[in-house]
Each structure stands twice: as C-alpha cells, then as structure tokens.
C-alpha cells in the first residue's frame, strides 16, 4: 500500500484554468504538506496542516487554497493558472507537527504543466 | 529564519570511488538536520537525521553525515558509491519548533563505471 498518494501524476492544463490535486496518507499521521519543487529542483514548503489545522502558510499566492477534510487528506486547489505555477507538487505527512516528528514521508509528486 | 545550504549543484564520481557531499546550514536556535534523496520520478527518501546525540550518523546504505556544530555543516560521506547512487541529494533543516523542513537546493551525484 501506497502510504502518500497523489493524484493526478501528470496535469496538463492551460493558462487560466482552475485544477485541484489530490492528497492521502494512510499512516495515521497528524501532520500533512504541500511542497512545490520548481525547475531547478528547489523544493520549498507551501502549506501545513495539523488535524485539519492550517499551521503554516508560507507566502504563496491566494490562487492557492489547500483543504484538508480530515487529517488523511489534504488537497490544494489552484484557480487561474499561471505559467509560472508550472512545477512539481509534493505532498507529505509526518507523525504530528513537532521539530523530531521526522521523517517526512512524501508522495511521488503531481507534475503540472500550464501552457 | 533557518537556511541550508548546498555548495555543488553536481558531483560527477566514478563507481567505487569515495564521494563527500557539503551542507552548511544557518540558525539562531538548536535545529535538526536531515538528508534526503529523490530518485528520478519519485519523491523523497529520508536517508539520515540527526536530532540529538551522537553526531556521527549513518544510513543502512553506507552512507553517513556528521553534525559539526562549529562549521554549522551537515556533510554527507559515503566511502565507495555504487551506480544506483546515482539520484538527488537534499539536506534540510527543521524549522524551529515545528516538523516543517527547509531544503537546501540538492546536489545531483552522477555515478559512472
């Protein structure tokens, strides 16, 4: 069993349209992430949440609206795409919120490509 | 705020040659450190973290870091690579207080015969 999935691997979509990706951890985990990993490989945290709780919002667009129904998932919406939203999208959850509660277990990532 | 930083954007080595990988980090507070590695396609594996103790730690693939709190470095060593190290390696810092990481950005060990 997958224990971060991420759905869709791929999303091909152009500029303007609005698109969600989906999250789910079945590790009992407390703590969930959205990281965005541009071109160069540069992975920076966008979001985290701590049951259900919004705990960090990093200074990212208000395109951008995570939802976490309950504490096994967490999805991110993004309306009007841009061509710089391009990148992949990781997800990621850890036992609870805490500084030692690594490791992070991340998903294989959502690539999405704006055109 | 917490930084990490990753001096070589690639580190090309043969097989079976030892390989050093730097990281430095910046922080006012205590921190965690960890290193990462993300296979084509794929996300990221904790390879190694260091919390608290000793400050020599080791993977169970051979590879090893070392806290060194005077340099503020976290580099990672491995004595003798294989091809299937080929992939890329991040070091990351955890935000005081808090599990979220930041992320040095990687270095690419290319592994050839």
């Known amino acids: 069993d997958t224990a971060v999935s991420q759905t869709p691997k791929y999303l091909v979509t152009q500029m303007g349209n609005d698109k969600s990706i989906k999250c789910e951890q079945n590790?009992?985990?407390?703590?969930m992430y959205w990281y965005k990993q541009d071109s160069k490989k540069f992975l920076k945290i966008m979001f985290s949440y701590n049951n259900k709780e919004l705990i960090i919002n990093e200074t990212v667009p208000n395109r951008f609206s995570p939802k976490s129904p309950d504490k096994a998932h967490l999805n991110l919406h993004i309306n009007s795409l841009e061509l710089g939203d391009s990148a992949v999208y990781f997800c990621a959850s850890s036992q609870d919120a805490g500084p030692r509660s690594s490791p992070l277990h991340f998903g294989n990532g959502t690539r999405l490509t704006v055109t | 705020a917490q930084s990490v930083t990753q001096l070589d954007s690639q580190v090309p080595v043969f097989e079976e040659a030892p390989v050093e990988l730097r990281c430095n980090y910046s922080s006012s507070v205590s921190v965690y450190l960890f290193w990462y590695v993300q296979y084509p396609n794929q996300g990221l594996q904790l390879l190694l973290k260091?919390?608290?103790?000793?400050?020599l730690v080791e993977s169970i693939n051979g590879f090893e870091a070392e806290f060194n709190k005077s340099q503020t470095s976290f580099h990672l060593r491995k004595p003798s690579v294989h091809i299937s190290d080929t992939a890329e390696y991040f070091c990351a810092v955890s935000r005081s207080g808090y599990s979220t990481l930041t992320f040095g950005k990687g270095t690419m060990l290319l592994v050839s015969p």
């Open positions: 590790l009992g985990h407390d703590t």
């Open positions: 260091y919390l608290s103790g000793s400050t």
